[in-house]
């Protein structure tokens, strides 16, 4: 009986082990792949791990993470300390008030706390940055400490300092020898606590840092919003040097209880254990700081005196720039720039409202109509972008910026569907359009994009209506026919991991961006894209000019050399969507080796059922409340 008790409890603990540590194996392995996919591996390579220590804006995440992590740690932990032992001596009614006080911060729900902080750095215009970054999680790290501190404080002898105080001890020596010694373990847990908390912080950090300082929460889930390897290679190395550290934490005290018997040994031993762990935090800061100062070298007096200054600060969704976009700007203009990203335009938004400066913002169409009434953004000059004159016909002359006096294309695209012809017959698609996604042939094989504006966009463009219509029949009609959907073909509702999905074949039809389209035809042969003659979201995102921009010159700057054919020629075969430069869009279509086969880089224009999105905050509201109830239901 015992015997299969036991291996009842292995097997607990091996499949316990599995759950937990395959993931962190997943990752490990596919940091060496060579292929872009994450999930089908194609070969080893160090490519990804070459891409990240190449990457100055990553390893600049990773020294502000680190940095920002031990000072938070640090000083949190003095301060929680002090605060815990200075209550324990307080009065009851003082305890009870200040402790349910620091229960607020853990208790609040992240996102609160980081509104919270966002509005009162902004009423106070501080300059958000490495300041504002270090503060929050300060703030938020020192309860954590009290928590850990405070029941091994009520564990101790209260006569335990008046004692010490008898026999001689001052109040310092007290403290010092007597009393933090006793708490040692539980100010050692809120030294760890508050060093994780900060490590992993994303929401809080994402609202109150700025100035180009990011850390590696955020710099991953902006990376995470298209396919990107690099991800893997990072995460390798922080659970390496997790693991490096948990060793060290666990190893020293084996090693010590070894010892105990030499005294001196041990001391020594100590010592060396302290010596090596501030080393490896002074190289650590100081690498970075190095590495921060080479970032930040390229200042050049010229641009200075051409532009009024020279860094440029730029506001766009994540992995949305060319691999060499950025370093050859920096270089030819003697400049710096400071790349922050987005995962969405209400996000985008808030921090415009919060007063956050930028100089260069990348909004989608609806976002900059919304920009310009809530009058956000200055006026271009275009006898500083001359090369206005490369840009496509296509995109010239916007419904939401007729004259382009507000706005210059960056990418523009459309919705479509992506369908695996060797499932799906071609006929069937062409025939059907936006109806496919009820045709329960292929019920359980599809991927319907989680977002209330695009699905409620292919309801009204398969009825008939306009995909802005505000008719309350035609939006009830809508969501019937989303409802009818949802119901019958058990779709897969999902966002930017579609790409990887049906990169691997993993269902047969999709509802994609053009941009991620042409990514996925590019990897599998077998994938097929159509925009449904019913129309579709024609979308446009430009690049645009806040009001508040502290380098307006430069900006214009910006925008002009991106419209050059080497610019955006890198950014489009890097990010895989359509150019506004009409001669790299003509040799991406015409080229074999480029795009000339790829239907979905090919976005169509002057189709009379197309309509591009307009900014109508109730209208989404409402969509986005009949959204939830279209995928709540059975």
Not at 145 to 173: H, Y
């Amino acid at each position: 009986m015992k015997r299969k008790s036991s291996l009842g409890s292995k097997l607990i603990l091996a499949l316990t082990l599995l759950f937990f540590y395959l993931p962190i194996l997943y990752i490990i392995i596919f940091s060496f792949n060579d292929s872009r996919s994450l999930t089908r591996f194609s070969g080893f390579s160090l490519r990804w791990y070459e891409k990240m220590f190449a990457d100055s804006t990553m390893m600049e995440a990773v020294f502000y993470t680190v940095v920002i992590a031990v000072i938070a740690t640090i000083v949190s932990t003095v301060a929680g300390t002090i605060t815990a032992i200075g209550l324990s001596k307080s009065k009851k009614v003082v305890q009870a008030m200040v402790e349910r006080i620091n229960d607020l911060p853990v208790m609040n729900p992240d996102i609160v706390t980081a509104i919270s902080l966002l509005m009162f750095f902004s009423v106070l215009t501080v300059k958000k940055g490495f300041g504002t970054l270090l503060i929050a999680h300060i703030m938020f790290c020192i309860p954590y400490v009290m928590l850990s501190v405070t029941p091994k404080l009520r564990s101790l002898d209260p006569n335990l300092i008046d004692a010490a105080m008898d026999l001689g001890a001052t109040p310092f020596q007290a403290l010092t020898k007597v009393i933090v010694p006793q708490i040692r373990p539980g100010i050692v847990s809120g030294a760890l606590i508050a060093f994780t908390m900060s490590f992993d912080d994303f929401v809080i950090s994402y609202f109150t840092t700025g100035n180009g300082v990011n850390n590696i929460s955020i710099l991953v889930y902006t990376m995470s919003k298209r396919v990107n390897p690099s991800i893997n290679a990072l995460s390798a190395i922080v659970i390496l040097l997790i693991t490096l550290a948990l060793g060290i934490v666990n190893i020293v005290p084996i090693m010590r209880e070894k010892r105990e018997k030499d005294g001196r040994a041990s001391r020594g031993m100590s010592r060396r254990a302290v010596a090596a762990v501030a080393a490896v935090l002074v190289l650590a800061v100081v690498g970075g700081t190095v590495g921060a100062g080479v970032a930040q070298n390229r200042r050049s007096t010229a641009a200075i005196e051409k532009y009024g200054g020279n860094v440029l600060k730029l506001y766009l969704p994540g992995e949305y720039l060319g691999e060499n976009v950025i370093s050859d700007f920096e270089k030819q203009f003697g400049v710096r720039v400071i790349v922050e990203n987005f995962d969405s335009n209400e996000m985008m938004y808030t921090k415009l409202m919060a007063g956050d400066r930028y100089d260069v913002v990348i909004p989608s169409d609806y976002m900059i109509e919304r920009l310009m009434s809530s009058d956000y953004l200055q006026p271009l000059d275009k006898s500083l972008i001359p090369n206005m004159e490369n840009m496509s016909d296509a995109v010239r002359g916007m419904s939401y910026d007729p004259d382009n006096d507000w706005s210059i294309p960056y990418f523009w695209g459309s919705v479509g569907l992506v369908y695996n012809h060797e499932n799906v017959d071609p006929a069937i698609i062409e025939r059907e359009g936006w109806e496919i996604l009820r045709n329960t042939d292929y019920a359980g094989h599809i991927y319907i994009y989680d977002s209330e504006r695009d699905s409620f966009m292919m309801a009204f463009k398969a009825l008939g209506y306009s995909m802005n219509t505000d008719d309350p029949d035609e939006i009830n009609a809508a969501y019937e026919w989303l409802l009818q959907m949802n119901n019958t073909m058990s779709p897969v509702y999902v966002t930017d991991e579609v790409i990887d999905s049906m990169m691997n074949g993993y269902k047969d039809i999709a509802v994609v961006y053009s941009g991620d389209a042409t990514v996925i035809l590019d990897e599998n042969e077998d994938m097929s894209f159509y925009m449904p003659s019913q129309g579709t979201n024609i979308w446009c995102d430009a690049m645009v000019i806040p009001k508040n921009a502290e380098n307006p010159k430069l900006a214009h700057e910006f925008i002009n050399y991106m419209l050059t054919y080497e610019a955006a020629f890198d950014n489009t075969e890097t990010v895989g969507y359509t150019s506004p430069n009409a001669e790299v869009f003509e040799e991406m279509t015409s080229s074999e080796d480029l795009y000339a086969e790829n239907a979905a880089y090919l976005p169509r224009s002057g189709y009379e059922n197309d309509e591009m999105f307009h900014d109508n905050q109730t209208l989404m509201r409402e969509l986005s409340k009949l959204w939830i109830k279209v995928k709540a239901a059975k």
